[in-house]
């Protein structure tokens, strides 16, 4: 089963549209999303607006894969249930975002293992209809030595 999730805070229909699409024709691989506030209302996969905590995690558990926006929640989320996402980062040309921190983030989550990045519309049906996404390694419980020097260093603390 492949879970779409779009977070809570702004709606992304691109995304929702172009999963549907996907589902469309690939209807046996099954598919849920949580659409947030979407206008869009998918034809052909289950979905809700939101999903209680307890529905969400079972959700995530339950799935092959999570499709995303780029937010770093759903990103950490699916990691540590060790599953592998595909993001599609939201626009700020195209009215989805504030600003276009999600490229950066993108940019910057491409290497991490159990991370696929699609660009646009084309490049997440293409990676579905693939069906090769990173597999994600483990997940440490701790931060990174590299991340805590760099954290009491921008803080001022040595």
């Not at 929702?16 to 034809?43: C, L, M, N, R, T």
């Not at 540590?80 to 009215?95: G, S, T, V």
Request: hydrophobic share 45%.
């Amino acid at each position: 089963m492949i879970f779409v999730t779009v977070g809570t805070q702004l709606p992304f229909d691109r995304l929702v549209k172009a999963v549907d699409a996907w589902a469309g024709d690939h209807g046996e691989a099954g598919a849920f999303a949580q659409i947030g506030s979407s206008a869009y209302k998918p034809a052909h996969m289950e979905w809700a607006p939101y999903l209680p905590v307890d529905m969400f995690r079972r959700k995530l558990e339950a799935a092959n894969l999570v499709v995303s926006h780029a937010g770093v929640g759903n990103l950490l989320l699916a990691l540590q249930a060790k599953k592998p996402i595909l993001i599609m980062p939201r626009r700020e040309q195209l009215n989805e975002t504030r600003n276009d921190h999600q490229l950066a983030t993108a940019k910057w989550l491409r290497q991490m293992p159990g991370v696929t990045v699609a660009e646009g519309t084309d490049e997440l049906v293409e990676a579905l209809r693939r069906g090769e996404w990173k597999q994600p390694g483990a997940m440490r419980d701790e931060a990174s030595p590299e991340l805590l020097a760099t954290v009491r260093e921008f803080i001022g603390c040595r």
